[in-house]
């Protein structure tokens, strides 16, 4: 039986980190993810769960930890935002690398400069070659829905990758939905008690984590990485597929939102989604055929079905919750006009940047790009590539 | 996933490698003579040395074997010449020199 609820982004998060109870949560605090090791802290306290909770100083201590107690051989988690997240940078590599499965809930909020703390994702977008799994969320019910299939994605024989769940700071974290959440019974079952086959405190049997590697072997190192990487993409598959059994609700790399004859389709990630989608509604009832393509998996980069999913569309916005400062748009228009190009998938794509450092991204926004679109098929009007929507000119 | 390190060689592909490159077993380091890395040699007088054993474990690479209560010949294939236990010796029985051997 479903239980009914209302709850932010965090606390749906929080409840889900109760439910699974990890071992070890090592966590430092920082806007807007403070919450989740508040919450967290109040399950422990009240004795609802009993995850070994690491107060430390730092993100470099979390994230450190975290590797630690991971590699030791509990299940391990953190959570953070932004500046947290940049702070790890080192770490979050060597979590990676040295292949441990470990969890991280990233609250999507924007890097300074200028300083601000509201959402964009920079921070999550800046981590993007660090080797770690990365699913956003549209809201708390697949932020929630997101991390219970995290540690079943992460621990699988094939993969052993950090997986970072991630939602968008304030907008999903804060705001307050309704949601429909799991018995603690089913969600238990579903993630199961970790059983890792190698793990530091393992008597008798000594391994070393993280040796040094010389020339000969780190670059096989890293195309074994690599390779797990890519076999996470059916592992994510099968476990949104287990999911779907249980809860009723179906995940996969991404939600094709009204495709199936769209001639314009915005290609977009977390909460602005829901944004679009009324748009595309409001447009639809005026016989436009628009639709959205909401990527929920960022890595592994489903290319090929981005591009299979794109292909009959006569143009594509590709929109970017994130600046590279390469003169060239965000990482999201780079990686999936390559995506395009590889497939040889001719159609028209424009970058749009939008919503940095929280900046509103409404519906009438959404419908101007849609224009545009067809401006550009219809009348041969370019758009300007990588323009930012709602700026103040 | 476990592997006998003894396998794994500079011509191993890259799908027979340990995953993370983790290694099953203890103690490997002796393999390895790392104590070609030297620029220092500490040097043993056994004449002065009162077995008082302080030395051995503040070596940071066991370089200082214990056999029956008492201390030997340091091991020169790992000893890094560090000087900590010149340093720890009270009774002046291990002096620093210059230069690998
Ligand atoms: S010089 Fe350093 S490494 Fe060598 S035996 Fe003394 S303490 Fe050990
Ligand atoms: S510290 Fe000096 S005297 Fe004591 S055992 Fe070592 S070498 Fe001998």
């Not at chain 1, 699988?156 to 990758?161: D, R, T």
């Not at chain 1, 900046?359 to 545009?372: C, N, S, W, Y």
């Not at chain 2, 290694?23 to 056994?46: C, L």
Request: glycine content about 8%; hydrophobic content about 40%.
């Amino acid at each position: 039986m479903a239980i009914k609820g209302r709850m932010s982004g965090n606390e749906a998060v929080s409840y889900a980190i109760r439910q699974v109870n990890p071992d070890v949560m090592p966590a430092f605090p920082i806007t807007p993810s403070t919450e989740i090791p508040q919450m967290v802290s109040n399950y422990i306290a009240n004795g609802e769960m009993d995850t070994e909770f690491i107060p430390v100083e730092s993100e470099h201590s979390s994230m450190s930890a975290a590797i630690g107690a991971e590699a030791a051989g509990a299940r391990s988690l953190t959570a953070t935002s932004s500046a947290g997240l940049a702070l790890m940078w080192e770490e979050l590599l060597l979590a990676a690398s040295n292949r441990l499965p470990l969890v991280m809930t990233l609250v999507n909020r924007t890097l300074s400069g200028p300083i601000n703390i509201n959402c964009d994702h920079s921070d999550g977008m800046g981590a993007r070659d660090t080797g770690w799994i990365q699913i956003y969320a549209e809201n708390n019910q697949e932020a929630y829905d997101n991390f219970i299939q995290a540690y079943p994605i992460a621990e699988h024989a094939k993969v052993h990758l950090p997986v970072m769940i991630c939602q968008d700071g304030f907008i999903t974290s804060h705001a307050v939905e309704n949601i429909t959440l799991m018995e603690d019974e089913l969600v238990k079952d579903f993630v199961g008690e970790y059983q890792p086959e190698e793990f530091l405190l393992n008597p008798g049997k000594p391994i070393a984590v993280g040796p040094y590697s010389v020339s000969n072997y780190a670059m096989e190192a890293k195309k074994n990485q690599e390779d797990a990487m890519v076999q996470a993409k059916e592992v994510i598959l099968q476990v949104a597929e287990a999911f779907e059994k249980i809860s009723g609700r179906k995940y996969g790399f991404f939600e094709e939102y009204r495709l199936e004859d769209a001639e314009y389709i915005m290609l977009i990630m977390g909460s602005a989604a829901g944004t679009a989608k009324e748009a595309v509604d409001e447009l639809r009832e005026k016989g436009k055929k628009v639709g959205i393509l909401k990527l929920r998996v960022f890595r592994p980069f489903p290319a090929e079905e981005i591009a299979k999913a794109l292909s009959k569309a006569k143009a594509v916005a590709i929109l970017d919750r994130c600046e590279s400062y390469h003169g060239t748009g965000g990482p999201l228009g780079e990686e999936v006009m390559a995506a395009l190009f590889r497939s040889k998938v001719s159609i028209e794509a424009v970058n749009y940047i939008y919503g940095l450092a929280g900046r509103d991204f409404t519906v009438d926004h959404a419908k101007e790009v849609f224009g545009e679109l067809e401006s550009m098929i219809t009348k041969g009007i370019r758009p300007e590539q990588f323009q930012y929507i709602g700026l103040r000119k | 996933m476990r592997t006998e390190i003894e396998k794994i060689k500079e011509t191993t592909p890259h799908q027979d490698l340990t995953e993370g490159l983790m290694v099953f077993a203890g103690g490997t380091s002796k393999v390895v003579q790392t104590g070609e890395w030297r620029t220092n040699t500490p040097v043993f007088y056994a004449e002065k040395c009162k077995q008082c054993l302080l030395c051995a474990p503040v070596c940071p690479d066991s370089s200082i074997p214990i056999k029956e209560g008492k201390r030997g010949e340091f091991d020169y294939e790992h000893c890094k010449g560090c000087g900590i236990c010149e340093k720890a010796c009270p009774f002046g029985a291990i002096e620093m020199k210059g230069g690998v051997d």
